[in-house]
């Protein structure tokens, strides 16, 4: 039989923002929505893919010598012709000013976890363990729930970050694998989730209140706070009545305040993407804690700024 393989883009360990105690957290490449503010470019789509970081080039063309399949050109402020590419690595291998990145392997599900026990003593002293995040996890189900399924053989504590924009069966078949779910909400407004972000709303609630009333689970939820988009009294009552009857309902163990940065602007340029954030300034602290102090005055609802 076939061992599961999924296409990762990062392993990044002693985490300390993405569940309880110091966890690895394991990027998953692939993401069906497409919000303007989203700081890793590179898990969007499924498959690797190559960058190139422009500013550190010093045209030595080296890249251009060794690329067997002459999908660079040094005239193209892009460099690289994506038709052509192969993502055969040379250049990546070659540039000595690491211009070049590939985003993206592919990995079996018992190679990624002997990667992940390599950590264990992290875990076993901070109560922490395994995060996995993306892109969007769901987007690759088999492999997910293989490898959560790994973990919880070892006795690893697990953690899922999701969209929740995804199928009730695939949740309700990885809910005995995640000890904690980490769910987005992007905005409470269907109309104005779907003209953002691509698609409407009614699918993640459904599954937030699946996972804590039916299944009873540990979720926590995470908002990204948007300047001009989601930062609003009215869009924080809807949510906050939202929590309230969620937490009245079952496991829910907090709202995480995520406040938008650009830190991921490289990246769209690395990947010749367009970047539509530009002018907007990330939320002044004042605010952070207005919108914690909100939830948690209002609706009694537990609120961490980050995480």
């Not at 367009?274 to 102090?293: H, I, L, Q, R």
Request: glycine share 8%; charged share 30%; net charge neutral.
């Amino acid at each position: 039989m076939k061992e599961k393989k999924g296409i990762i883009y990062s392993i990044q360990r002693y985490c300390i923002h993405d569940g309880p105690g110091i966890r690895t957290t394991v990027f998953l490449k692939g993401c069906q929505l497409r919000c303007p503010w989203c700081a890793n470019p590179e898990s969007q789509k499924k498959l690797p893919e190559l960058g190139f970081y422009g500013h550190k080039c010093i045209q030595c063309k080296a890249c251009i010598d060794k690329c067997p399949q002459q999908a660079l050109d040094i005239c193209r402020p892009e460099r690289i012709d994506r038709e052509k590419c192969n993502l055969c690595g040379l250049c990546e291998r070659y540039c000595s000013r690491e211009c070049y990145q590939i985003f993206g392997e592919e990995i079996t599900a018992g190679r990624l976890l002997d990667e992940v026990m390599k950590d264990v003593p992290f875990y076993r002293n901070s109560n922490g363990g395994v995060t996995v995040s993306g892109g969007e996890p769901t987007q690759q189900p088999d492999f997910l729930i293989t490898f959560l399924s790994m973990c919880k053989e070892k006795g690893l504590d697990t953690a899922l970050e999701s969209n929740a924009y995804a199928e009730k069966d695939i949740f309700r078949n990885l809910a005995p694998y995640v000890d904690h779910f980490l769910l987005d909400i992007k905005h409470m407004d269907t109309r104005r989730h779907e003209e953002v972000i691509g698609v409407p709303n009614e699918k993640i609630l459904e599954n937030i209140r699946m996972l804590i009333q039916e299944l009873g689970c540990e979720v926590s939820l995470r908002i990204p706070v948007i300047p001009g988009f989601n930062d609003t009294k009215e869009n924080f009552t809807m949510l906050g009545e939202f929590a309230r009857t969620q937490k009245e309902r079952g496991r829910l163990h907090k709202v995480n305040l995520l406040p938008y940065h650009s830190m991921g602007k490289s990246k769209y340029q690395a990947l010749a993407k367009e970047y539509s954030m530009d002018g907007t300034a990330a939320p002044e602290d004042c605010t952070m804690e207005y919108w914690k102090d909100f939830l948690e005055t209002q609706f009694k609802i537990p609120a961490e700024i980050g995480g």
